[in-house]
């Protein structure tokens, strides 16, 4: 080798699993905030800005409620064929859905004075560490507590 050559530049190679790069951080979303965006309600932008650029999680029990809140659409007036084409949009949504334990469900119930349903969303937050976006004060507040986060 003469002395003007240098040597190539060393290549640093990292080998990691793609999913580290395109994973989106988690949230947990509860039925108010899936609701306005289904129903395209007022506060629908304003859930869709908070819900952009996350992983979407939810109980299991999602559907569920999202059916009693079409339901309560039709008792107030909304026509049956608009309070089904919300849910129907629910099938196309991006939601992880995930079972939830019973007696964990009832310990964050009465501790955090909220209904087993809500607990759900509070449970799967702390499970996941991850924040929980929805428009219902007191299930926020509940969370921010459980969360160690300021209200």
Excluded at 54 to 63: K, Q, Y
């Amino acid at each position: 080798m003469s002395r003007s050559a240098r040597p190539a530049p060393r290549v640093l190679y990292v080998a990691e699993p793609a999913a580290a790069w395109t994973q989106l951080p988690p949230a947990v979303v509860d039925c108010s905030v899936i609701a306005a965006v289904l129903w395209a309600e007022e506060a629908a932008s304003e859930a869709r800005l908070q819900l952009a650029g996350r992983t979407l999680h939810a109980p299991a029990l999602l559907g569920c409620e999202l059916a009693n809140v079409a339901r309560n659409k039709c008792r107030s007036g909304v026509p049956e064929d608009v309070a089904r084409a919300g849910l129907e949009a629910f099938s196309e949504q991006r939601i992880v859905l995930h079972d939830a334990d019973p007696g964990t469900l009832f310990d964050l119930a009465q501790k955090h004075t909220l209904t087993a349903y809500d607990a759900a969303y509070l449970a799967l937050a702390l499970q996941l560490n991850a924040p929980l976006i929805t428009f219902d004060k007191r299930l926020a507040d509940a969370a921010a507590r459980a969360l160690g986060r300021p209200d």
